[in-house]
């Protein structure tokens, strides 16, 4: 056992010399002043500014904000994605009708959405949610309808022998077997849609992280703009953890998939 | 002639849902039941699709993306190989480089914009952002590409006493590539999608996406939307190709499973 242990120090060791040292160098060279000081700022800085900006509950707000809208518009994109993927995976035709128009639709570059999306609802929560729905109900429906349907053949048939009725097969054949396939699209959903907070905040917002990133640029201050890139990086990072641990916790008898 | 039936009936089918919502959409802009300049009739649109081939502007702008989203794709997907590469061959970088790697990967790419706004490298900048995005699905796979050469291959080639460059080229690249060739396409479909994002973003080089952002503002909806087919065609066509080439290569990865 602590052989294992002083393993796993010396790996997260290696990793941290990349790191520490490009901390050291820029801390160098901007003492130095080697390069403009708008463009590098020192590491320090960014910290105290982070610790500023927790201080002042700036920071929190922004973070509540671009988190509501995540959720808001994650909830809507993946329960739609998941509603649309059951049903066209159970039923051949709805499959024949509703997929081509929502392959041609996914061809469009999500961020193609955002000047029609403003021109329709305007640059308020709507169009941010929306938005994001957009981004988490594709990922959701590909793997709903690909976890569903990749359900083996002899599972269905041992419920159609014990004359399961179709709720009972979805609710404890088809959906079970699926759930791995499920996580994979919740969390590449869920990923999606902090990234395009992060991108409608950039184009229209007053308050939010991508907000902060882009308010830091205006005011030419670089440490914002870090504490932002830096924030909105680890909450990610955070969401996809939580998911992971929520996934083995659920799943026992699966390993977690490796997505993102 | 049953199969015929049952096709004939299967396109119908597909047809059904577009069909629908071309002529409602149609009927609604004729009879004046939606806001005309906020959805443009199909006439409309076409009318002012021939307004921008006319001008030029529709081909000027397309050019400019196309262009632009191939640098970024040269550049990150090359970078991303090589990254790939390295951190396949050597245990030491690996544990050295991919905790950062992965650090940074977890940054929502639009949060990068106004960073790269600030650094002020015009073109350069757009095109660092989308290369970004695509280095990371090539390092990834490629990654993962080398990682999983089979044992015996190397093995052989070691019976055969080959040199470490001749171990690269003869073994570790050749059964790597369909890997990195799925990294490859997904790079570039991450990177088109970047590209309006981008010119969204860094406004003033031109572009499609810069073109569909000032028709947002001028309110042209008609415009807007033939920037969204224009965009969903091209992201199609690359895909296609992609997909194509990558099918091209993959008797290669049949004649490995089948040697498994």
Known sequence: MPFIKSEKIKTVAIGLIVPILLVIFIEVICKLEMVPSQIVIPPHKVVITFLELMNTGELSEHFRISLSRVLAGFVLGASLGFITGTVIALSKRSERIVAPLLSALSQVPLFGWIPILILWFGIGETFKVVFIAFGAFFPMLINTFEGIHGVPKSYIEVARAFEFSSVKLLGKVLLPAALPSLFTGI??????SWMLVVGAELVAAGEGVGYL?????????????????????????????????????????????ATK | MKIKNIKL??????????????????LASRYNVLPGNLFPSPSDVLAGFYEVLNDGSFFYNLNISVIRVLKGFLLGSTTGFLIGIT????????????PIFNAIRQVPLPAWAPLLVLVSLG???????????????????????????????????????????????KIILPSSFPATLTGLRLSLSISWMLVVA???????????????????????????????????????????????????????????????
């Not at chain 2, 059904?16 to 959409?25: G, S």
């Not at chain 2, 350069?124 to 993962?144: D, H, K, Q, W």
Request: with cysteine; charged share 20%; proline share 2%.
């Open chain 2, 87 to 98: 951190l396949g061959m050597s245990r030491f970088l690996e544990k050295l480089i991919t």
């Open chain 1, 187 to 192: 969390k590449l959903a869920l990923g999606m």
């Open chain 2, 198 to 260: 981008a010119e969204i973003f860094m406004t003033s080089g031109g572009g499609i996406g810069e073109m569909m952002w000032a028709c947002r503002e001028f309110s042209r909806m008609d415009l807007v939307v033939v920037g969204i087919i224009a965009i969903a065609f091209v992201g199609f066509a690359m895909n296609f190709t992609m997909r194509k080439l990558e099918r091209l290569f993959s008797f290669w990865r049949i004649t490995l499973k089948q040697s498994r």
């Open chain 1, 213 to 257: 990133i882009v308010w830091g640029r205006q005011l030419f201050q670089m440490d914002i703009v870090f504490v932002g890139i830096a924030v909105v990086g680890c909450i990610g990072y955070l969401m996809f953890l939580t998911l992971n641990t929520f996934e083995s916790s659920l799943m026992r008898w699966h390993r977690p998939t």
């Open chain 2, 9 to 26: 009936t299967h396109v119908l089918e597909a047809a059904l849902l577009p069909a629908t919502i071309f002529v409602a959409w149609f």
């Open chain 2, 123 to 169: 073109e350069m900048s757009r095109v660092l952002f989308i290369a970004m995005g695509a280095c990371y699905p090539v390092v990834l796979n490629t990654f993962e590409g080398v990682k999983s050469v089979r044992h015996d291959y190397m093995e052989v080639g070691r019976m055969f006493k080959f040199s470490k460059v001749k171990c690269f080229f």
